[in-house]
Every structure is written in structure tokens, then in C-alpha cells.
């Protein structure tokens, strides 16, 4: 299961440092995302652990790579997967 395997992905080289609402984590940012259709979006995005953006809600305040974002939108895909669809403040 992939879920369960991401911490261990997150933490070699493609992760990275992120805060959301305050607390540190590992994640994969990306600078313009893919919806499920596979169109792409120009929002940047942040796909973490689930258990990891349990406490963020939309506006929550987002650092990576030293840039300030605030949370949009939230997409759980149910698999322990979260995608943070972000905004730059």
C-alpha cells in the first residue's frame, strides 16, 4: 500500500521541508499540479501524508522553499494521501 509508504518516500530526496499551520513536515511540492482529469492546474500544491495535514484547514499558512502560501483547497484521496491545493501570500 502506498500510503503506508509514504513517510519513508517523503524523507529521500524528492520530499520537501514544508510547515502548515505551524508544524514542520516532508512533502512533495510541486509548482502547478494535476487534477484527476489530468489537465493541468496553475495553483502549486503540496501532496502529503494525511496524518501529517490532519489539523490544516483552507487558509492555513504554508512555508516551502521559503515561500508563504495559504492552504485553498484540501483533496484527501482516501488513501492516506493529501493534496493541499496552495496559494502564494
Known amino acids: 500500500m ?3 509508504d509514504l513517510p519513508l518516500f517523503l ?3 524528492p520530499g520537501d521541508d514544508a510547515v502548515v499551520a505551524g508544524r514542520p513536515l ?3 511540492f510541486d509548482a502547478a499540479y494535476a ?4 489537465v493541468a492546474g496553475i495553483a502549486p500544491a503540496l501532496t502529503c ?3 501529517d495535514v490532519a489539523h490544516a ?3 492555513s499558512a504554508v512555508v516551502v522553499r521559503g515561500v508563504a502560501y495559504s492552504v485553498v ?3 484527501p484521496d482516501g488513501t492516506g494521501v493529501t493534496v493541499l491545493i ?3 501570500t
Open 2 to 4: 502506498f500510503a503506508a
Open 11 to 13: 524523507a529521500g530526496p
Open 26 to 28: 516532508r512533502a512533495l
Open 35 to 38: 487534477d484527476v482529469l489530468g
Open 49 to 51: 501524508a494525511s496524518a
Open 57 to 59: 484547514v483552507r487558509g
Open 73 to 75: 483547497n484540501i483533496q
Open 86 to 88: 496552495l496559494e502564494r
